[in-house]
């Protein structure tokens, strides 16, 4: 599988943006597909996962302002990001998990793709 992450981009505080991550293949409805981040002197962290609609998780610190989805006739996953901040500003990978996983754990993740940057000013 190869994941081409696309869609970020400079915003201000307040700001939306989406991104996109478009999965090759024809076994994408089989993985769960997670978007992770990592900002400047920080770990990567999780961000979102998906399995299928209905079936998410987010961490606490993008809970209402971000939305996770997946359109598997089109081999891609989507992070809506509202009411972005500051803190938020970093390189966001999407990844897939074999097995349908969408939980945080990183090394769950068998594919990883090439990121996309996110910059918040204030």
């Keep these: 599988v190869q994941l081409q992450a696309c869609g970020g981009g400079l915003v201000q505080a307040g700001g939306s943006l989406r991104l996109s991550c478009a999965a090759s293949g024809r076994t994408f409805s089989s993985y769960g597909m997670g978007w992770f981040r990592l900002a400047p ?7 979102a996962a998906i399995r299928s609609y209905g079936y998410t998780s987010y961490a606490d610190s993008v809970k209402g302002r971000f939305t996770i989805s997946r359109d598997n006739a089109k081999n891609t996953v989507y992070l809506q990001m509202n009411n972005l901040k500051p803190e938020d500003t970093a390189v966001y990978y999407c990844a897939a998990a074999m097995g349908l996983y969408y939980g945080t754990n990183q090394e769950r993740y068998n594919y990883w793709g090439q990121g996309t940057l996110v910059t918040v000013s204030s």
Excluded: C, I
């Excluded at 002197?41 to 961000?47: L, S, T």
């Design 41 to 47: 002197g920080k770990e990567r962290e999780f961000v």
